[in-house]
């Protein structure tokens, strides 16, 4: 589905060189392999040096980034047989893909390994499985790199060579990089974990940051001279942090970008706030026939409005006179589109407008800020005169535990 840009998206920078960091002791080929590499990501497409052994005879070693529909099925990752993390299931939705939600986000892949020496009748082919994951923090502007690798049908030669991988997260822009790590990748199906990858989103404004695996393959065995090749091994997360004090003072981060990455606000047909709960599932669905706003099925989200206009919606759709005959019934008046959403109030026609419980009316209106805007860290539109307009972040509402075919709400126009 193509990617929706929701709130405080900016225009793409022209800088996309990494944060600097020092480097902890990794092997002086893949120091010098990491200082050569492009500074922005480098196509997904067969990476490959040449070099020569100690007998001058050519050795090129390629890396291939391959679905891994297209490689061969490595043997199944027990994961009572490692104490290390290991990839958790939203890595598996779409193989190859990046999967993602508000806060989590994962990609898993597969690298062919492909090793030709002049002289061997057929090159050395062998594969790695792999994955990079990470979880945002809602409280605070860092988050970790997680990755998990498995060397795998890999020959003789190839394991006498001594591979070993040096793995560093880098990022656009807007990041405190860690160093890099390096371990051996010489036993065949022996899952490898990397930790020391921790981020941090520098400074306390809105800022935008796509960091990345890279990885250096380095051969060690002297005879093959050592050959090394650097790869770019994971597509950029979109990450956006933010130190709004009415979100969170101490600031957090979100994944900003596509539809799986817009947050879900749950109302509950037959719980705490049934009247909200019964105008919304109403107004998404009769009462706006078209647009469907909110309405997760139908793709078009709600976005969250700049607080100084929530009034006018409201007070556009629940008008005096209206507020006057709920008030005599002991009522209020709901309406759906929310004020606090970009798509409410009396511009957009189709809505929905009925009478409801007072307390209802204003504890789902606390429990809509307090339980899902600040923890999901949904920003609103900035839609003041003088300055360029900002859409607001977008979400979804979803109502549980309804009939299959719930009646009409009472329009307060029919009072």
Request: aromatic share 10%.
């Amino acid at each position: 589905m193509t990617p929706t840009l929701s709130a405080f998206t900016p225009t793409p920078s022209d800088s996309t060189a990494p944060a600097s960091s020092s480097s902890r002791a990794i092997s002086q080929e893949a120091r010098e392999a990491f200082a050569a590499a492009p500074k922005e990501r480098m196509p997904n497409a067969p990476n490959c040096s040449t070099g020569r052994d100690k007998d001058g005879v050519a050795v090129q070693l390629c890396l291939e980034p391959v679905n891994p529909a297209d490689a061969p099925a490595p043997p199944p990752l027990d994961p009572e047989a490692t104490a290390d993390p290991v990839p958790p299931p939203i890595c598996y939705t779409k193989p190859g893909e990046v999967n993602y939600d508000r806060f989590h986000a994962c990609q898993q892949s597969t690298i062919r390994v492909k090793l030709t020496k002049q002289g061997l009748p057929a090159p050395i082919i062998s594969w790695i499985w792999w994955a990079t994951w990470e979880t945002l923090n809602r409280g605070n502007r860092s988050w970790k790199m997680q990755v998990g690798l498995r060397p795998y049908d890999m020959p003789g030669d190839l394991v006498r060579a001594k591979p070993e991988i040096a793995l560093r997260a880098l990022c656009t822009q807007h990041c405190d990089l860690p160093d890099a790590e390096e371990k051996s990748v010489s036993t065949n199906n022996k899952y490898v974990y990397f930790d020391g990858q921790d981020i941090l989103s520098s400074g306390n404004r809105i800022s935008y940051s796509s960091p990345w695996i890279r990885i250096v393959y380095t051969l060690h065995d002297v005879t093959m001279n050592p050959p090394k090749q650097t790869l770019d091994l994971s597509t950029p997360f979109n990450i956006r942090c933010d130190s709004e004090a009415y979100i969170g003072s101490r600031g957090g981060c979100v994944h900003y970008m596509g539809h799986d990455a817009i947050p879900i606000y749950y109302l509950d047909y037959q719980g705490r706030y049934p009247d909200i709960a019964k105008n919304a599932l109403y107004g998404m669905t009769d009462g706006d026939p078209v647009k469907h706003y909110g309405n997760i099925q139908y793709g078009n989200p709600l976005t969250r409005e700049d607080p100084h206009l929530i009034d006018t919606h409201r007070n556009s759709i629940c008008t005096s006179r209206i507020r006057a005959k709920a008030s005599a019934l002991g009522l209020s008046c709901d309406e759906y589109p929310y004020a606090a959403s970009e798509q409410g109030g009396s511009g957009n026609e189709r809505f929905s407008c009925a009478f409801a419980d007072e307390d209802q009316n204003e504890g789902q209106g606390r429990d809509m800020d307090g339980r899902f805007f600040v923890p999901n860290r949904v920003l609103p539109a900035r839609n003041e005169v003088g300055t360029p307009y900002i859409p607001g972040d977008a979400f979804w509402v979803w109502v549980t535990n309804a009939p299959d075919d719930p009646p009409a709400v009472k329009q307060c126009s029919t009072y």
